[in-house]
């Protein structure tokens, strides 16, 4: 059969799809060897698979040989999600104009937040969040603007996990974390300090169509600074209300016939 599709029971398909998984932020470049063990796919089908993906420009390969997510992939990627990143672009911008701090946007996957666009100037603190990135819901302020407009259900069974903790000032339990998505509710924004990350603080407000948080804005900024967020509420609440009511509209249908 094509491909060895009988290599345990697997299809060319999900042997395809193994092997564009194996790339992650944590291993953005991999070597035939490390992807082929990484996907589970043996070498010598990953060798004739990754030479088609090369061809279509899914994957790239560098100088040293080693293989990465190609141009291909990059602009299939800019389509989703499309509608949300087209709306909201200019917003960003406009809020980084505004405070000169880190502006990114995110969604929920999972049980994670996918940050899906970021706006960001030299001056501005360094943080771990990268487009195309994940993080845990509870410890990031985007995560926990979304965490809070979640249906009951999902909350119980999110905070009924063992909570990852990425810093002491982490807040991991239930009881909680679920009296601050209860305020993060009432209030209409989250704000985390060094719960992420020791040296960074967030404010997050969540962009809501229909009473559902389809997506959450954020900012980050020093801790030195973390006095400061409170006035950065304001800003950030206005322009996540833009981006909500401009998703809420028709889309533009361009220029008529």
């Known amino acids: 059969m094509a491909g060895g599709s009988r290599e345990s029971g697997r299809t060319v398909t999900s042997k395809v799809l193994a092997i564009l998984g194996a790339f992650d932020a944590a291993h953005p470049q991999l070597t035939l060897t490390d992807l082929a063990r990484r996907s589970g796919v043996p070498l010598s089908t ?39 990143l087209g709306v909201a672009r200019p917003w960003l911008q406009e809020l980084f104009v505004t405070t000169g701090e880190n502006v990114h946007l995110a969604v929920r996957d999972g049980l994670e937040v996918l940050y899906v666009d970021k706006v960001y100037g030299r001056r501005a603190v360094p943080i771990v969040s990268r487009t195309g990135g994940r993080l845990p819901m509870h410890p990031t302020g985007v995560g926990k603007a979304l965490l809070a407009y ?82 950065l509420v304001e ?6 209300d833009q981006i909500a009511r401009a998703c809420a509209s028709p889309p533009s249908s361009g220029s008529g016939p």
């Open 46 to 84: 990953a060798h004739r698979l990754v030479a088609e993906l090369e061809e279509w420009q899914a994957l790239s390969r560098d100088p040293d040989g080693r293989l990465r997510v190609g141009l291909r992939l990059w602009e299939l990627g800019q389509l989703a999600p499309g509608r949300l």
């Open 150 to 231: 979640e249906p009951d259900w999902f909350v119980k069974s999110y905070l009924a996990r063992k909570l990852e903790r990425p810093t002491p000032h982490t807040i991991i339990e239930p009881g909680r974390l679920a009296r601050e998505l209860a305020a993060v509710r009432t209030q209409g924004y989250a704000l985390t300090y060094e719960e992420m990350t020791l040296g960074s603080c967030s404010a997050a407000a969540p962009i809501l169509v229909d009473g559902r948080a389809m997506a959450a804005l954020g900012i980050v900024v020093s801790s030195r600074r973390a006095r400061e967020l409170p006035r």
């Open 235 to 240: 800003p950030l609440l206005a322009v996540a």
